[in-house]
């Protein structure tokens, strides 16, 4: 589809949401405001709209009016119409998640009720001359007919939206008597007394009837104006989101106030955009980089080293950035935040004409479980500059699969029969299949794998190794001179059958309990040296094949980061892409590598998280060499790095592979390979 033929909100964004506190109502100059969010490289604004508070003079009853509003003028008109004078878009922000107590005392059915019928208060402690906020209920009326529809029929009428974002808009845990009528009538059972008990779907399914009504009314009133919806890497139903709205967007947090020991994974951006770019033919999601380190900390900034590695990770893996800020310019007191928006959003200029309508070119997917496990494999990808996918279980259909050389099968994925049968299919065609840890006694997966159904579960065990087998052993490459790797957990004793498989690690068990393991040195000596028990193994099936690791390398890996585990992971993943393999990259811990395609010339992204987060400062890498395998016999017109504007020298192999080196990156770049 051409540009011309694309809405607006299909063509590239750079969103600034200035989240408004009502306090500062009479700072907002509406002309000011616009010309500053335009400064600061947007090209589209998010705005309060409705909901909690209504920032305009409402005439629905039980909406609370901002009272800061002025009286003389209808602030949300003149700011949306000062918006599209600059050329922005203009988004409402709705969240109707919560209303004042004051409509709880006339209206108590509207709310969410907890388990013990007590009202579900939000910051009862809270210091300040605030009244309360309660969270209302998704199947009551507020966030239905009484509330939420007329509001957005009456902003809909009378004001000139480009798109309606839903702030909060999930389910709160209730008890009320109309999520207990809607419970017994979806499940013939009462709802259960503890949330842990609820029906998996409840949630996701209470909030798809909800949004199903909002989508419905906005594309009767005006169906080009798109509706946002989010969605969560964890605890959410993908599908259920998209189907019922235009735009998907996440959240990734860098909530650095959980404390050092509990802050978010370096991955949170990069995996939340693989996961929302795994829905085909939908417009690339939005990516939303709070500016504070917590939102306990909001009215400061994140350190600008370690907000430049997570907003570039945004675009790197595909995504479009929406940055959300406590206030507007003239209130934000840290000043940091506006100087990295403004640089982000100008180096994001740079890369967005060649990444529009540009596809991921991994050769490797990762099935996502949302568990520690999945965690881990892409933990371990990422930090190997694997370029890789995530597919969700209803994505694993053969058509999909037939793009990937490898698919990566954490443990603890559920095993359908139609999932061991794709696997089956696609292993007879020529993929490869990486599984980890204990798994079904399924008779056809069995024989994929080449193990026998003799398989035993061992206790966990500490103080074992791993042994590599044989010479030219692929899974020890860079890892010759040593002779054992550490190895702690849980393993599947099985049996390998069949002339097609080949073990290539085995267990040395515990030489001692952990409270021996110290002293005397004297004792240390290996009872048992070498078993016969795998830790890898492979089999040959038709065209490709299955590579075993009855372990858990993915917890290996979240746990103890050992480097000989990284690099376990990426030998197995050269294993299963053999002469296939299209980007190799000198390996630096921290570097990001994503790789697109469009109209064949090929785009690979880098971004730089070198040391110890929190970053506090970006350590430039330099001398990135990279060998990029090009298809068919193609030739290179240039090589050049289109952020930091400089061409880049190259050359080919004999082999045909193109060999570049990058000489420097700070944070984030993107380089174009432009064929003839």
């Known amino acids: 589809m051409g540009n011309m033929a694309k809405a607006w909100w299909q063509k590239p964004l750079r969103v600034i949401q200035p989240n408004l506190q009502i306090k500062d109502t009479a700072l907002i100059n509406p002309d000011k405001l616009a010309s500053q969010m ?33 009286q003389s003028s209808d602030l949300l008109k003149e700011v949306i119409e000062a918006c599209h004078k600059q050329g922005l878009r203009f988004i ?90 809607k419970y017994l009538a979806k499940y013939g059972q009462p709802i259960p007394v503890s949330k842990k008990d609820f029906a998996e779907d409840w949630a996701s399914s209470c909030m798809r009837d909800n949004m199903d009504q909002f989508y419905s009314l ?77 939102m306990d900390w909001r009215h400061t900034g994140l350190p600008p080293a370690e907000y430049r590695f997570w907003l570039a990770q945004i675009p790197a893996h595909g995504g479009s950035i929406w940055h959300s800020l406590t206030g507007i310019p003239d209130t934000i007191g840290d000043k940091r935040i506006l100087d990295v928006v403004s640089a982000f959003n100008h180096d994001v200029q740079q890369i967005e004409q060649d990444m529009e309508n540009a596809e ?15 965690e881990g494999m892409a933990d371990g990808l990422i ?53 980890e840890g204990n798994v079904p006694r399924n008779e056809k997966l069995l024989a994929l794998l080449g193990v026998s159904d003799n398989i035993y579960v061992s206790q966990s065990l500490t103080a074992s190794y791993l042994r590599f087998e044989g010479n030219g052993n692929p899974l020890q490459k860079g890892l010759e001179h040593t002779e054992l790797i550490a190895h702690r957990g849980k393993v599947a004793y099985c049996t390998p059958i069949g002339e097609n498989t080949k073990v290539l690690a ?30 890898a193994l492979t089999n040959r099936t038709g065209n490709g094949s299955a590579l075993y690791l009855p372990f858990s390398l993915s917890h290996l890996i979240n746990e103890y980061k050992l480097v000989e585990h990284y ?59 990279v060998k990029l395998r090009l298809p068919g016999n193609g030739q290179v017109k240039s090589v050049h790095q289109l952020i930091s504007g400089q061409s ?27 064929m003839q």
């Open 218 to 294: 906005i594309k009767t009133k005006n169906p080009d104006i798109p509706m946002i919806l989010y969605y969560n890497l964890y605890h959410d139903n993908l599908f259920d989101r998209a189907e019922t709205t235009d735009m998907l967007c996440t959240e990734p947090q860098d909530i650095l106030s959980l404390g050092h020991h509990h802050i978010p994974e370096f991955w949170k951006p990069a995996l939340s955009m693989k996961l929302g770019r795994s829905l085909p033919d939908r417009p690339i999601p939005f990516g939303i980089v709070h500016s504070s380190p917590g």
């Open 38 to 70: 335009k400064e600061m490289g947007a090209n589209t604004i998010v705005f309060n709209v409705a909901g909690i508070y209504a920032w305009y003079p409402t005439k629905v009853p039980f909406h609370t009016v901002n009272e800061y509003l002025p």
């Open 648 to 674: 880049v020298s190259y050359s080919k192999e004999e082999s045909g592979s193109l060999v570049f080196t990058v000489p420097n990156l700070l944070v984030w770049d993107c380089i174009r390979v432009e």
């Open 360 to 374: 991921p070119l991994s050769q490797v997917a990762l099935m996502w479980t949302a568990d520690a496990s999945a």
């Open 92 to 181: 409402g922000r709705f969240d109707f998640s919560r209303a004042e107590d004051s409509i709880y005392l006339q209206k108590p059915q509207w709310f969410a009720k907890q388990a013990n019928g007590e009202p579900d208060i939000v910051g009862l402690t809270r210091p300040g001359p605030w009244s309360m906020l309660m969270n209302t209920c998704i199947n009551g009326a507020y966030r239905n007919e009484a509330v939420a529809l007329p509001v957005l029929d009456e902003v809909i009428s009378n004001y000139d939206l480009d798109g309606i974002f839903f702030n909060a808009p999930g389910y709160s845990d209730c008890w009320c008597e109309a999520c207990q009528r």
């Open 506 to 535: 085995t267990l040395v068990p515990p030489f001692s309990p952990m409270d021996g393991v110290g002293r005397p040195p004297e004792r240390a000596s290996l009872p048992v040296s070498h078993t016969e028990l795998p830790l």
């Open 383 to 435: 930090n190997q500059q694997v370029p890789f996918d995530v597919l969700l279980m209803e994505q694993a259909v053969p058509e999909r699969l037939s793009r990937y050389k490898a698919l990566i099968v954490p443990e603890g994925m559920k095993y359908t029969d139609g999932f061991i049968e794709i696997l089956s299919a696609y292993v007879e065609q020529g993929g490869c299949v990486i599984i």
């Open 567 to 625: 690099q376990l992971l990426s030998n197995a993943i050269d294993y299963a892409l053999g002469e296939d393999k299209l980007i190799e990259v000198t390996h630096i811990p921290g570097l990001q590598i994503t790789l697109f395609e469009k109209e064949g010339n090929l785009l690979i992204h880098m971004v730089n998280g070198a040391g110890r987060r929190p970053l506090t400062a970006n350590i430039p890498l330099t001398q990135i060499e």
